[in-house]
């Protein structure tokens, strides 16, 4: 997903780390642990966003409007995306053959 993230920044609104190259702070013991089950997000005001909200997140500072994004924030909603971003995460590379594929159609991660 970061590759995907990174192409689509046009704005450079992201700044793009591998959880295991995360500085300390702010990495902490935990917050590795959990980076290996979801993506994150550390708002500038040090806020952090984990899996489909991290995702919305992304999504909407791409570009994808506040239509769309800010509905699924909103209860019951917020709680379906966290439910798909689960499916996924779990099934990462079953969707990763059709997902986040790079404009040649490799595989991007």
Not at 26 to 36: D, G, R, V
Not at 60 to 67: A, C, D, F, T
Request: proline share 6%; charged share 25%.
């Amino acid at each position: 997903m970061s590759v995907w993230v990174r192409r689509k920044d046009t704005q450079h609104e992201f700044e793009t780390i591998a959880f295991q190259d995360a500085p300390q702070p702010p990495m902490t013991p935990e917050l590795y642990e959990a980076c290996q089950r979801a993506v994150h997000v550390i708002k500038a005001d040090g806020e952090i966003l984990r899996a489909g909200r991290a995702t919305l997140f992304i999504l909407e500072r791409l570009g994808w409007g506040y239509g769309l994004p800010r509905l699924l924030w909103l209860p019951p909603f917020i709680q379906f995306v966290e439910l798909g971003y689960r499916v996924i995460a779990r099934n990462r590379t079953l969707f990763s053959r059709f997902l986040f594929r790079s404009d040649d159609g490799k595989r991007s991660t």
